[in-house]
C-alpha cells in the first residue's frame, strides 16, 4: 500500500489565488509527493510545468464552482486543459 500522500491533492481553487500563490502550492506538492495538484483551468499550464517530472499530476476543475454551464463548453474548457497538460480532472457537477 502506498503513503496515504500519495492519494491526495493538493488543492487551492480560491478565485482571488495569484501565481506566487499556485507556486507555492506546487512545490509543497513536490516536497510531499502528493498525488496531485488541483487547480482552476487558468493556472493549468503554470502547474503542468512547474510539476513537470515530478510524478505529481496535474488536476484542473471543470464547470467550477457552480457547473452553472453547457455540457459543451464544458467540453471545450476540459480539452483545453489537456492540451494544456492537465492529467486528472473533476467537474462540479455530474452532465445533465
Not at 31 to 57: D, I, P
Amino acid at each position: 500500500m502506498n503513503a496515504l500522500n500519495t492519494y491526495l491533492d493538493h488543492t487551492l481553487l480560491k478565485a482571488d489565488a495569484t501565481s506566487a500563490d499556485i507556486l507555492a502550492v506546487t512545490a509543497e506538492a513536490k516536497a510531499y509527493h502528493t498525488a496531485s495538484v488541483c487547480v482552476n483551468t487558468c493556472y493549468t499550464a503554470l502547474v503542468a510545468r512547474e510539476l513537470k517530472g515530478s510524478g505529481v499530476k496535474t488536476c484542473v476543475v471543470v464547470g467550477f464552482p457552480l457547473g452553472a454551464m453547457s455540457s459543451g463548453a464544458k467540453a471545450v474548457e476540459a480539452a483545453l486543459a489537456v492540451r494544456e497538460g492537465a492529467g486528472e480532472q473533476c467537474q462540479s457537477r455530474p452532465p445533465p
